[in-house]
Each structure stands twice: as C-alpha cells, then as structure tokens.
C-alpha cells in the first residue's frame, strides 16, 4: 500500500504555508514582524517569548527520538494527541466522502472530530473482552473507510488491545490505523510503536496528558511513516507547539525516570482502589484497568454520579457509551482523594 494515494487530493497537492523561520532561526531577525525589545510582563524573558517558536519541531523531536529510539522524521508533535487525530482526519479524509471506523465502546473524539469535518463514523463493536474482532468486518475489506481509530489502553474501559490484534488488523486494513495509546505508558509492553517502521499505514498517537502529567502544557505527538509526518506538518498551523510547551516537555524528556515514579505510585494506588471497590456490595462490576482510571457498573449509576458530585467528588458517567450502561469511570487520584471518593461513594449508595 502506498499511503501517498490514500491523502486528500487537496492535501497531497497543497503548496503548504512557508514560515520565516523554516529555513533561518539565527542573524538579525527582521523577518517575522515580532517585538524586538521584549515581551510585556515577562522582565527575564528566558525564553524569548518575543520570537516565534520553532516551527519544524526540532529540538522535540531530536530530544523525544533520543528518548523512544526512533529517527525524528518519523516523529510529529501537535497541541494535546487530540490537535493529532483532528489533524489526521483533515490529512486523509474528504468531507461528506470518506468514512472512519471506530471499535465501541472507546474515546469520544473519534466520532466528534469525525462529525466536525463533515466525516461519516462507521461503528464496530470490540469483542467481549474489549478486544478487536477476529476478523476484519466485511465492510472494511471493502475499502469502505480511510482512517480506523483503536485505543490502546482502551478510553473508557481500560484493557490494552492484544499487540498481534493490532499488527493484523494493521496489515488487513486498506487505509491508515491510528492506535491512540494515551494510556501506554502504564501498559508499555502493549505499545506497537516500533511498528510503525515496518507497517507505513500504522500511525501511533501519544500525550504528555496522563503520565507525564503536563495536560495543561497540551502536547502530544505521533509516531508514523515519515511520509506522514511529512503532510501532517504541511496541514497544521505553523507555529502550534509554543515555547512554554516546547521547554516543559523538553525538561520533562530529561527526566523520564520520574515518569515511571509516577507511573508505579499510579498502578499501585489504582490497585488499591480496585480491590477497595470490588469489596463494596453494590458495585456489580469492577473493570480490569491497564490505565490510570478504574470502570465500575453499579445500579443507578448516572443518579450515583450526581450524588457524589454534591458531596465534592467528581467522577465521569459512562452509561451512555454502547455496552456500558450503569457505568461509572473514576480516575485514580493521591490516596487522600481516593479515600474521599470512597467514602463519598458508599455514602452515595
Ligand atoms: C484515549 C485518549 N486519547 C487522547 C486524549 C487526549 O489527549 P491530549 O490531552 O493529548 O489531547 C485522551 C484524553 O482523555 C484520551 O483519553
């Protein structure tokens, strides 16, 4: 398969927007129309937010190609994995033409970012287990959708999808899969990016959201065929990753240890919630979680929702996701929050 053939026909001739600082980011400067004296507020003004950000992403992708061992050409960064999956389908799919395919119950962007562009979703159902189907759907050996969404550790149940699964489906599906694996770093060994140098349709998106704890930074990226990095960069806004973002995530690929810290504390207090949660009579169901958050079916669960909020905790309700009736999502919190919610939990009941 060659994934040139599978961009938009806008996109694959687009003469891409060229930026001052593509080719030059060094010299007298009088190429941009920025501030020269200084930025307003910011007295040090270590970062020089008077000058416009790399828009090519370099020292981000050297720094995370150093990091996961992969060549910065395979490497794209955008505003949050969500700015990614928006990205992609403007890349890919034609509005009010293509389809995409999604497998429930699973992230809810996929089908908003779809309808946004005009896209049709077409839905599958994971298996029992929240696994792929055995078999490619009869619809999508037809050719009949551009781009799949997987998520892996799945949003908002929790299991990670079985690796060959994934690798199967890559090789059978005639367009491009995207494997948003937001979660992945609490399921490593899940994770198909090495893959994606073998398999060009493959696309593996991934946040500093969850485990590296800088949501608010909004940053994410995407492993991929450098040929999609390629038009991924061509069709986003020049200059999307700001300098805050670009030193935060810079400071944090310096310290990958203390993610795992936190990834190991996140585990070991989300297995405390679990087995917390699996002693409470009411709670009929407690969902195996390879990510940050536990699911639980309970009766009542979008009421039980709004109780606890009265009581000061927040939780998210999931009943109305295909399969999950009765289902709430709880995130795992510092002991303290957890111990709160499940007191403001059994008081709920
Ligand atoms: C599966 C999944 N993908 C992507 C995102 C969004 O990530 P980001 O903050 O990088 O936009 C989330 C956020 O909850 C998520 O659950």
């Known amino acids: ?125 994971l298996s029992e287990e929240f696994q792929l189907p055995a078999e490619l759907p009869e619809e999508l050996k037809r050719g009949e959708a551009k781009l799949a969404f997987l998520c892996s550790p799945n949003n908002p149940v929790g299991p990670a999808l079985r690796k060959a699964d994934v690798l199967n489906f890559a090789r059978k599906f005639e367009g491009i899969v995207v494997v948003d694996e937001a979660y992945i770093d609490f399921a490593p060994d899940a994770s198909v990016y090495r893959e994606t140098a073998i398999l060009p349709n493959l696309v593996v998106t991934r946040t500093f959201s969850k485990a590296w704890g800088l949501a608010g930074a909004r940053c994410g990226y995407c492993v991929a065929d450098p040929v999609v990095v390629d038009f991924l960069m061509k069709t986003k806004a020049p200059y999307s990753i700001n300098k805050m973002t670009e030193r935060a995530v810079l400071d944090a690929l310096d310290r990958p240890e203390e993610k795992d810290e936190y990834v190991e504390r996140i585990v070991a207090e989300r297995e405390r919630l679990a087995a917390a949660l699996r002693a409470i009579d009411a709670i009929e169901t407690v969902f195996p979680s390879e990510a940050n958050f536990i699911l639980v079916r309970t009766p009542g669960a979008p009421a039980l929702q709004k109780r606890m909020a009265e009581r000061g905790v927040i939780v998210r309700d999931r009943s109305s996701q295909p399969r999950l009736e009765d289902t709430i999502r709880i995130s795992v919190g510092t002991a303290e929050e957890n111990d709160r919610m499940l007191e403001a939990l059994k008081a709920s009941l």
């Open 1 to 125: 398969m060659n994934v040139v053939d599978l961009i938009r026909d806008n996109i694959r001739g687009l003469s891409p927007y060229v930026s001052a600082r593509d080719k030059y980011i060094s010299g007298d400067l009088l190429d941009a129309n920025e501030n020269p004296f200084g930025s307003v507020g910011a007295k040090e003004n270590p970062l020089a937010l008077n000058r416009y950000p790399d828009p090519a992403q370099r020292a981000l992708r050297n720094s995370l190609g150093a990091y996961l061992d992969v060549d910065h050409a395979r490497l794209f960064f955008g505003v949050g994995s969500d700015e990614i999956i928006d990205l992609l389908l403007r890349v890919f799919c034609q509005p009010a033409r293509d389809a995409v395919a999604i497998f429930e119950p699973t992230y809810g962007m996929f089908r908003v970012a779809a309808d946004v562009h005009g896209v049709e979703t077409k839905r599958f159902d």
